[in-house]
């Protein structure tokens, strides 16, 4: 069965940071991109990074480039989000997610796999 776990959210002020995690079980882990996205009340899903898990090529959201970093452990099949220098808007449910393959999704609907969702909170 598969399984994504993502721990690590809480509430931060503004100008904080909070390191995501998602572990993963029931699949090959170093055959498939994971991805994290977000979701704020009233708002569309949207793709924050992604990692392949292959090869360790990475992308990002404008909004979040050179405040995010996405990591791999494979012995550990778990992938972090290091998010720094956080801004109220980026308050959503954030998400992991999984799809078999070597290339980097954009989309959520891209994924076949997903978590429970962690909850971040910035405070202004």
């Known amino acids: 069965e598969v399984q994504l776990v993502e721990s690590g959210g809480g509430l931060v002020q503004a100008g904080g940071s909070l390191r995501l995690s998602c572990a993963a079980s029931g699949f090959t882990f170093d055959d498939y991109a994971i991805g994290w996205f977000r979701q704020a009340p009233g708002k569309e899903r949207e793709g924050v990074s992604c990692?392949?898990?292959?090869?360790?090529?990475?992308r990002y959201a404008d909004s979040v480039k050179g405040r995010f970093t996405i990591s791999s452990d494979n012995a550990k099949n778990t992938v972090y989000l290091q998010m720094n220098s956080l801004r109220p808007e980026f308050t959503a449910f954030y998400y992991c997610?999984?799809?078999?393959?070597?290339?980097?999704?954009?989309?959520?609907?891209?994924?076949?796999?997903w978590g429970q969702g962690t909850q971040v909170t910035v405070s202004s």
């Open positions: 990692i392949s898990s292959s090869d360790g090529s990475t």
């Open positions: 997610a999984a799809v078999d393959g070597l290339g980097l999704p954009r989309s959520w609907y891209e994924y076949d796999y």
